[in-house]
């Protein structure tokens, strides 16, 4: 091969990372000779109770159609999410996992022309975003490692067409309360459109964080981008949506795949959207799997960044990179957040407690030893 594909790339697609997504299970039973079913998997934020019954038989009923396209439009999802949320359906557009919807607004307002403006330690998939169409990425340093909103509104300039915001943010799990929120909107020009990316809000219990819902009415260069990924256990069926002014939406779906969503991902958002103990239980079981993690690390000694999702950002003291991979030969996984800039922190999905034990008696040995 004689042709240097890569250099005829765009520039920013050139300089980009690609995703580094948390590391399998098959994949270290692979390398390390492990049972799968003696793994345990705390890296990507997924709910560890397995998905909801009821969601399972909507997609068993869904199977007899396979061979048809979906719905384009999925008229029933939007239909349900708009009852849920009291928006109007042109108002929402689906997308394959809300990382779609991250990309689809991006693709379609932003251009080489453009900056997008993010914080350091945000959400990975924001500057890929931006780089794959050219744009300027605008990275504002952090405060105490959350979003700094003053700092990000100063760094709006002429050229800004896009601001993504995390709340909470993974992988810091820090968040924004109302206030702030609030003060900042108020300061962004109409046309700089705001993401507001809430894929953790299911998670959030107490009400000093906002509800990008509120605000949607007031500003119509908001988008809201929410999952089915998190606590809705969904992870692996790719849908999420955003909710905006009914001109953004469209803009979104001119840009989007025909069928971006499919047919079992459709079927399977709408059971879970109506399977309300589930989200119940999910809740709950974070919000004990949370306390035995922040209980763990204190009697170790170590200490966290607080978090509002459904993971915890355990400041190591030292450089985590030797720890994650001694607690992978231990059969745990966990997500080193070294590319986010924060060498010295791991990354722990809040798990079954058994798993979170697991964790928490694996780092223990794993810290002793080197
Ligand atoms: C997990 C996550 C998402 C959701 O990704 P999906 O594509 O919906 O699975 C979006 N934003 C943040 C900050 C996340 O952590």
Redesign the pocket.
């Known amino acids: 091969m004689s042709c240097d594909f890569l250099s005829l790339a765009r520039p920013g697609v050139q300089k980009l990372s690609p995703y580094v997504p948390g590391k399998p299970v098959e994949e270290l039973a692979r390398e390390f000779g492990l049972q799968a079913q003696d793994i345990v998997k705390l890296a990507s ?1 997924e709910n560890p109770m397995g998905p909801s019954p009821a969601v399972k038989a909507a997609i068993a009923a869904a199977l007899p159609e396979l061979t048809r396209y979906p719905d384009g439009n999925g008229f029933a999802l939007k239909q349900a999410l708009a009852e849920r949320l009291g928006v109007a359906t042109d108002s929402i557009t689906l ?6 919807i ?1 990309e689809l607004v991006t693709r379609a307002f932003v251009g080489p022309e453009h900056e997008v403006i993010f914080s350091d330690h ?2 990975a ?1 924001y500057p890929i975003v931006t780089q794959a169409v050219g744009a300027k990425a605008v990275s504002v340093p952090a405060k105490n490692w959350g979003h700094d909103l003053v700092a990000m509104a100063a760094a709006i300039t002429e050229s800004t067409r896009l601001i993504f915001i ?1 709340n909470p ?2 992988p810091t799990g820090t968040w924004i309360e109302r206030a702030e929120l609030e003060v900042f909107l108020a300061k962004v020009p109409e046309r700089v459109i705001v993401v507001l ?1 809430e ?2 809000t299911e998670y959030v219990e107490t009400d000093d964080v906002p509800n990008g819902m509120d605000y949607l009415a007031q500003y119509p260069n908001l988008l809201v ?1 929410r ?4 606590a809705y256990g969904l ?1 692996a069926i ?3 949506y955003g909710v905006s002014c009914a001109a953004i939406a469209d803009a979104l779906n001119r840009v989007r795949q025909p069928f971006n969503v499919n047919a079992l991902a459709l079927a399977a958002a709408l059971a879970a959207l109506q399977d309300e103990a589930y989200l119940i239980e999910s809740r709950r079981l974070n919000r004990a799997g949370m306390q035995q993690l922040e209980d763990g690390c204190a009697a170790q000694g170590l200490s966290w960044i607080p978090s509002r ?1 459904n993971f915890l950002a355990i400041d190591l003291g030292r450089e985590a990179a030797p720890i994650f991979q001694a607690l992978l030969r231990e059969g745990v996984i966990v997500r080193p957040v070294a590319n986010y800039g924060m060498p010295n922190h791991l990354r722990v999905t809040v798990g079954l407690p058994e798993e979170n034990q697991r964790f928490l008696d694996a780092l223990k040995r794993v810290m002793l030893r080197g």
């Open positions: 934020n997308g394959n996992g809300s990382n779609d991250l945000a959400f998939v995390a943010n993974n990316d894929a953790y981008s999952t089915f990924s998190k992870a790719r849908v999420g999702g």
